[in-house]
Nanobody
C-alpha cells in the first residue's frame, strides 16, 4: 500500500516562499505515474480545502482561485515525488498542508482520494 509523506513546512513571513515536497513509498514508478496527485490544506477550525492537482500525464495543473498565480504544483514520477511551490505567501495560507493521490480521473473532492500523507504545517504570521 502506497504511503505519502510531506515535508518542507515552516513559518515564513508574508510575501515569502516555501517549497513543499511529498514523497511516495511502497509504490513502483509505473504505478505512481498512474495516480492523480493533489494538495489540500486545512486551517485551524476550518474544513479541508483543495489547493491544486496535477494529472497523470503531468500536463494538466489546476489551482484553487485563492492560490492561482502564486502556487505551482509539479511531479517527478521517477523520484515518486510531488511538489508545491508557494510564492507570495499570505497569512490566509496558514494551514496544515496534505498531499494526496487517487486513481482514475482527478478530483477537487478530498473524499475521492485514496492515499494521504500526515501533513506539514505552514505558518504565515500576520
Amino acid at each position: 500500500q502506497m504511503q505519502l509523506a510531506e515535508s518542507g513546512g515552516a513559518s515564513v513571513q508574508a510575501g515569502g516562499s516555501l517549497r513543499l515536497s511529498c514523497t511516495a513509498s511502497r509504490v513502483s514508478e509505473f504505478s505512481y505515474s498512474e495516480y492523480c496527485l493533489g494538495w489540500f490544506r486545512q486551517g485551524s477550525g476550518k474544513e479541508r480545502e483543495w489547493v491544486a492537482l496535477i494529472d497523470t500525464l503531468n500536463v494538466n495543473r489546476v489551482y484553487a482561485d485563492s492560490v492561482k498565480g502564486r502556487f505551482t504544483i509539479s511531479r517527478d514520477n521517477v523520484k515518486r515525488m510531488s511538489y508545491l511551490e508557494m510564492n507570495n505567501l499570505e497569512p490566509e495560507d496558514t494551514a496544515m498542508y496534505y498531499c494526496a493521490a487517487k486513481t482514475g480521473s482527478c478530483s477537487f473532492i478530498a473524499r475521492n482520494y485514496d492515499y494521504w500523507g500526515q501533513g506539514t504545517q505552514v505558518t504565515v504570521p500576520s
